[in-house]
C-alpha cells in the first residue's frame, strides 16, 4: 500500500492504495517530488481524463530514487536519483514509470528542481523542435511567456535553435521581468496594460518582422490577433485553449490561406511510448546538458507539502506563478481514512 | 503588339497589347494552348489579384514554342516545344514564363495535353509531398476527385507514394467513375446521392481506416465532416474555400486539439520564383518521365477556341468538367476593338 493524494468531490485528500503493479521494462520510483500541471486541474475536474491504462492519480511527471525495475534488462539501478514523464499518478509516493520516459538526474541538479523539468521542457523541446521545427534566425511569439512551458520554450528558441526575436505576452510586470531575465526572449508585452492591439506590440517589439512560428496555449480569445501578426507561412502551434475553445468572432479560412498558415495542434501525454521514450532520448541528448550546466534555467515557482495539493492548484488557477509549482513531503503524508471508499474504485 | 483575352466588364474579350517585356532569365513562349483554372474565375471577378509585378492577364499555365530566351545561359532554344507555370499572362498570343518555370515537353505528349499539365499536376505533387508529406501506406481523402487536381493527386499518391485507401468525393456517378477508373482512386463517393454522413461513408470506404491526410479545396461546408473523418495526427491540407471560408457551425479548437489535427493552408501561385523553380525541377525527375511514359493520365475535358473563354469559364463555373478544360487557337483571333480603351491600362 502507499499514500497518494486521491480526488473525492473534485478535491484531492489523502489516501492510501496499492503500489503500482509492475509492467515490463517499468521502473517503481519513490517519489521525492512531482510538479504542478494545469493538465492537473482539468483532470480533477474530469475534464482531462488519463488515457487508457494510466493512473487515475494526477501527476505527470516526478523526481525519486528507483525503487525497483521491472524487465530484464534495465538502464536504472536501485537507488538512482531520476526524473520521469508520467502518463499519471505522481501525487503518490511510488510511481510507475515507462523505462523510456525515465532520465537519470544530472549531479548539479536537485531532485526538487528534477522534478519540475520532464513535463514542461519535454513540452516546450517538442512543440518547437519536433512540431514547429523552427528554424536559425527565425521569429517566435510566445503566449503565456512566464509559465513552465513559456520559460523553457524561450531558453530553446535562443540557446539551442538561434532564434531572431523572441517575443513573449505575460499578464503582469513581473512576469514580463523573468521572461526577459530568465527566459531570455527580446522582449515581453503585458497584454494587460497594453495601449493598442497586441499584434501591433508584438511585430514593434520584433522591429517591424514578424513571427514565423507562434506558440499558443490561449486559442479562442487571441485568434484574431494570432493571424494579425503572423508573418506567411507562419506555423500556429495550439497547444492548449485557456482562452476559450471558440474564437469569438469565428474563423475565416481565407485569412489563413492568404498567409499559407499552418495551424498545427499538438499534445504530449496521449502520444505513444515509443513517441515518448524517443523524445525523451533526444531531448537527454540535447537539453539535459544543458540543464545540467546551468546554461539553462529551471524556474521553482513554489514549494506546498503535498497534503496542501489543493491550495497549490487554487495559486495556478489564479495564475499566481512564475515558473512551476512543485509538491512535495511525499513521506509525511497521513492518510484521510474518510476517503477508503474512494479508494475501493482506483 | 500580340491579340490577348482580356477582361471587359467583367467578360473576356480579345484584345491587343504589347508583348510582354522581357526579364533577365525569362523565356518568351509562342502560346499553343492554355488552360482553364478555377483562379482565373476568380480573377476575372477581382476576387484573387495577380501578385506584384504579375501579368494582368489570366492563364496561370501555357504550352507552346520558345520565341527567344532572355539572359546570357538559357537551358532553352529557339522552337523547342515547352510547357510553363506562369503567375498570370497566359490567355494570350505569348506568354512570358521565369526560366526555372518552364519545362520542356515529352516527345510522347502533345502541345494540347502539355497545355493542361504544368498548374494542376504541380500544385497535387507540391499538396501531397511537400505540404501533406503522404508517406507510404498512409490513407489519403481527396475532395473534387474528378478535378484537374484531383485526378493528378490520386495518381501521384497511387503511383509515386504508395499511399493505401485513396478515396475521393465527387458530385456525379460519371466523375466518382472517373476518379477511379483515370485517377486509380480505390474509392469515390458521390456526395450527391449520398444517404448517411460523407465521414461515414469514407470510413466505410476505408473498410474502417480513416484518412491520414485530407486534401479540401472545399473548405467551410464540409469542415465537421473533415474533422470526423480525420485519424490522429491527421493532415489537413486546405488550398481553397468552394463550399466558403466560413464553417457554419463554427469551429471548435477543442476537437481539433482532440486529435492532434495540422490545418495546413496552401497556394502556389504567390510563391517565390525560387520556390516555383525548385518545384518544377523534382516535378519534372519524379513526375514528367511517368507522364511521358504513359504511366501517369492526363485528362482534357474539352477544348475551347481562345475567343471562346466566356463559355469554357462557364462549363467550369457549373462543375461540368471531368479534368481539365483547354483553351486553344491563339493564331486565329481577331482583336475586338471596342476593347482598346481596357487596354491602356494594361
Request: charged share 20%.
Amino acid at each position: 500500500m502507499m499514500r497518494a493524494m486521491v480526488t473525492r468531490a473534485g478535491k484531492l485528500v489523502v489516501g492510501e492504495i496499492p503500489k503500482p503493479m509492475p509492467l515490463p521494462a517499468t521502473v517503481l520510483i519513490r517519489v521525492h517530488g512531482a510538479a504542478v500541471n494545469r493538465a492537473d486541474l482539468l483532470q480533477k475536474r474530469g475534464l482531462y481524463p488519463p488515457p487508457p491504462g494510466a493512473s487515475e492519480i494526477l501527476g505527470l511527471e516526478c523526481s525519486g530514487t528507483v525503487e525497483a525495475t521491472f524487465g530484464n534488462s534495465s538502464r536504472f539501478r536501485v537507488g538512482d536519483r531520476v526524473m520521469a514523464l508520467l502518463r499519471g499518478g505522481g501525487y503518490a509516493e511510488y510511481a510507475l514509470a515507462e523505462e523510456g520516459c525515465v532520465m537519470p538526474v544530472p549531479t548539479t541538479i536537485s531532485l526538487s528542481e528534477a522534478a519540475v523539468i520532464p513535463e514542461v521542457w519535454l513540452t516546450a523541446y517538442q512543440l518547437i523542435v519536433r512540431v514547429a521545427k523552427l528554424q536559425h534566425g527565425e521569429n517566435i511569439m510566445i503566449h503565456a511567456g512566464a509559465s513552465g512551458v513559456g520559460l523553457a520554450a524561450s531558453q530553446i528558441a535562443k540557446d539551442l535553435l538561434g532564434a531572431h526575436h523572441i517575443v513573449t505576452s505575460c499578464g503582469s510586470d513581473s512576469k514580463c521581468d523573468a521572461s526577459v531575465r530568465v527566459g531570455r526572449a527580446s522582449a515581453s508585452v503585458n497584454y494587460r496594460s497594453l495601449k493598442g492591439s497586441l499584434s501591433d506590440a508584438v511585430i514593434g517589439a520584433m522591429k517591424g518582422e514578424r513571427p514565423n512560428v507562434l506558440l499558443d496555449c490561449i486559442g479562442g480569445s487571441v485568434w484574431v490577433e494570432n493571424l494579425k501578426m503572423l508573418d506567411m507561412d507562419g506555423r500556429w502551434i495550439l497547444f492548449g485553449t485557456m482562452g476559450g475553445t471558440k474564437p469569438p468572432e469565428g474563423i475565416n479560412l481565407g485569412h489563413l490561406l492568404s498567409k499559407r498558415v499552418a495551424v498545427i495542434t499538438s499534445t504530449l501525454r496521449n502520444r505513444s511510448a515509443e513517441y515518448q521514450a524517443d523524445l525523451v532520448r533526444s531531448f537527454s541528448n540535447e537539453v539535459l546538458p544543458k540543464l545540467a550546466a546551468g546554461k539553462l534555467h529551471i524556474t521553482i515557482d513554489s514549494i506546498y507539502d503535498l497534503r496542501d495539493a489543493e491550495e497549490a492548484h487554487r495559486h495556478v488557477e489564479q495564475n499566481e506563478n512564475i515558473g512551476k509549482v512543485l509538491l512535495a513531503g511525499f513521506e509525511s503524508l497521513e492518510p484521510n481514512r474518510q476517503s477508503d471508499e474512494t479508494l475501493q474504485r482506483l
